[in-house]
């Protein structure tokens, strides 16, 4: 992190936590991304190591374990982990997701139960919205939950689960009412729940050290005391989890972008062709510049919407316009780090064709870039 | 248990560094400091020791004023305190003035046990443990790959070239260990915001009995006279093999005295 960014920082322990979270970034993710990409291995362990660090509870309260982080801070310890490895920074997101409904809408007696293991470290979470058939209009999915005694029984699969497979409990958004998006109710499911399984894992073009699978729900049988929020509020609940899950993202993009924008500047230091590094020939060199004036803008944009949300101020229209551009400049600079090394950035040898396809996926979770749209031009109109 | 554990800051090893062209000594100010690499592994066995155990561990740093980084990295791992010993007239001192001091701060604090690491990545003179345990009349037990405490003695593995021998002693005693020992804890987020709530007694020369004589550039026994830079790596030697390549190579080594 350069000097500038620490100097902004809000308060000593985010420029400790931050170093902490470099410190870490270098050591223990650095050295094994690409080996785990290619081998499509899930770093468990490594989450770990970052749980018992702290860093899997970072914005909730201090109460239950979490680290009290506004997200203008913890947001940046995303963006850092995901410089050095999108699916880590990315899978700290995911988590840190899943613990939003039980954190903003569980009771206190649930949160006291629940709360403290989720954000402790040792536990990992995922978050269950998308449907094969329900992506984008998520109010229409079809997971259904039948109230049976005090247990609900929910069938259905959910897809596109990072983490499916991988993680200790799931945050199930399921049908227990009408058809839309009242109908629809918010439970936490642990793991070992019996009917709850995960499929293979999906095989990607990027993230391939992320698990995504389809989760299946086959009888589950899921408590109704796992309820979170009342029946029918579940839609709330997961519209308000994704505001701050595409903050996350916006984040994770940034991160990306910086890794890509740092070795094509790096590369194109040491490059000569006709008698001068080719970051002088202003062909690249205003390529370059773009690069850093995408990051500066990305960055600056999803701290403001993070900012209005620490003070508790609405910032769905910042989170979605900051998911958006974020992540479409993300993409942008893979594209453009991979033509400043030219053909050696073609090939494998080279961390920047990784990016390329890693930044794809950003235009597309939590909302691709066109609902991003729709909620902006939505948020125009009223 | 009451373990003391020796800290020291040191330049980053993997950034450029220089010499101060007056003082001959490396000038700090141009560099990151932090904790000295090997001293992780001291804090973390003393960590260690005192879970297993009980006790408190405290840590003690000699250094310039403001080299607070070591010692912080110590408390944020969840040492308990920390004693920082800093006076300009300390500025200087050579492994024998060092370790004076030090065996001065140590007599203003109750311990059973003392660790450190065996070496700093700067000087790497590895004497100041030696020089300590001799100061302070207790038993040394030099590079320790692993440290077993029963009550009152101590069983440690020396790290040798051919494998490792066993030491005991009696307690109290200076211990320095080796990288093999354990594996250096991250602090944790918490432990960082605890860290700053620490008890921190910051201590002068005056205040440690410390003979300003005996210590800084004046007070050392050795003196760098002079310095020079490392050169450049040379591009070395090509040999195209043309049938006496394999001569020409074993000639290079036994110049080299490889074989």
């Known amino acids: 992190m350069d000097a500038a960014r620490r100097a902004l920082l809000p308060t000593e322990e985010a420029v400790a936590l931050l170093d902490l979270t470099t410190e870490l970034a270098e050591k223990e993710l650095a050295p094994r991304v690409s080996e785990y990409e290619e081998a499509h291995r899930f770093p468990r362990e490594l989450f770990r190591v970052l749980g018992r660090s702290g860093l899997l509870g970072l914005p909730y309260p201090e ?47 649930q949160k006291e139960r ?38 609900y029984v929910v069938d259905g699969t959910k897809a596109w689960i990072t983490h499916g497979g991988e993680a200790d409990f799931y945050t199930v958004l399921v049908r227990t009412g009408e058809h839309g998006a009242r109908g629809i109710t918010a439970l936490l499911a642990d793991a070992q729940t019996p009917g709850l399984s995960a499929a293979p894992p999906e095989r990607k073009m990027g993230l391939r050290s992320s698990t995504t699978a389809q989760v299946r729900l086959e009888g589950a049988r899921i408590a109704a005391e796992r309820r979170l929020g009342a029946e029918g509020q579940g839609f709330a609940i997961a519209m308000d989890a994704l505001d701050a899950g595409r903050l996350g993202i916006a984040a994770c993009a940034v991160g990306l972008a910086q890794a890509a924008f740092d070795a094509a500047v790096s590369y194109a230091r040491d490059r000569v062709q006709f008698g001068k590094p080719i970051i002088e020939h202003d062909g690249v060199g205003f390529l370059l510049a773009d690069m850093a004036t995408r990051l500066e803008v990305g960055r600056a944009g999803y701290l403001a919407a993070a900012r209005l949300r620490d003070l508790g101020l609405p910032f769905t229209r910042q989170a979605a316009a900051a998911k958006l551009y974020c992540t479409d400049a993300a993409m942008q600079t893979a594209i453009d780090a991979v033509q400043v090394f030219g053909g050696y950035g073609y090939t494998t040898d080279f961390p920047v064709e990784r990016y390329l396809r890693e930044a794809k996926v950003l235009q597309i979770v939590e909302g691709t870039n066109q609902i991003q749209r729709r909620v902006i031009a939505r948020a125009l109109v009223r | 248990m009451k373990i003391v554990v020796l800290v020291k800051q040191v330049p980053d090893t993997w950034a450029e560094k220089r010499l101060d062209p007056d003082t001959l000594t490396v000038d700090r100010a141009s560099v990151d400091g932090l904790i000295n690499e090997m001293d992780e592994f001291a804090v973390e066995e003393a960590l260690q020791l005192a879970e297993k155990h009980g006790g408190e561990v405290t840590v003690v740093c000699m250094g310039p004023e403001g080299a607070t980084d070591a010692y912080k990295k110590a408390l944020q791992m969840g040492v308990d305190k920390a004693v920082f010993l800093t006076d300009p007239a300390l500025a200087g001192s050579d492994a024998v003035g060092t370790s004076y001091a030090l065996a001065q701060v140590l007599g203003t604090l109750e311990y059973d046990l003392v660790i450190l690491g065996s070496e700093a ?25 692993k440290v077993e405490v029963d009550g009152t003695s101590i069983k440690i593995n020396r790290q040798t070239d051919y ?55 004046v007070g050392s026994w050795s003196k760098v006279l002079d310095a020079t830079v490392t050169p450049p790596r040379s591009k070395g030697t090509i040999v195209t093999d043309e049938g006496s390549g394999g001569v020409e190579l074993a000639d290079f080594l036994a110049t080299k005295k490889f074989v």
Not at chain 1, 131 to 150: F, I, K, M, N
Not at chain 2, 122 to 130: F, G, K, N, Q, Y
């Open chain 1, 63 to 109: 109460q239950y374990g979490g680290g009290a982080q506004p997200y203008e801070v913890y947001l940046q310890v995303v963006e850092e982990l995901s410089r050095h490895w999108l699916a880590v920074g990315m899978g700290v997101s995911v988590h840190t997701l899943s613990c939003h409904a039980l954190a903003h809408y569980g009771d206190e007696r």
């Open chain 2, 163 to 217: 494998g490792h021998d066993v030491v005991e002693a009696g307690l109290p005693a200076v211990v320095s260990v080796v990288e093999k020992i354990n594996e250096p804890r991250y602090p944790s987020f918490k432990g960082i915001m605890a860290a700053k709530k620490k008890p921190v007694q910051t201590l002068d020369a005056a205040a440690a009995a410390i003979d300003t004589a005996r210590v800084g550039a």
């Open chain 2, 121 to 145: 990545s700067d000087a790497r003179t590895s004497i100041v443990p030696a020089l300590l345990a001799e100061r302070l009349g207790l038993p040394q037990l030099t590079f320790a790959s």
């Open chain 1, 114 to 151: 629940w709360l403290p293991d989720m954000v402790g470290g040792e536990l990992l979470g995922a978050y269950c919205l998308s449907e094969p058939a329900h992506g984008s209009d998520a109010a229409h999915l079809g997971t259904r939950a039948v109230l049976d005694g005090d247990e």
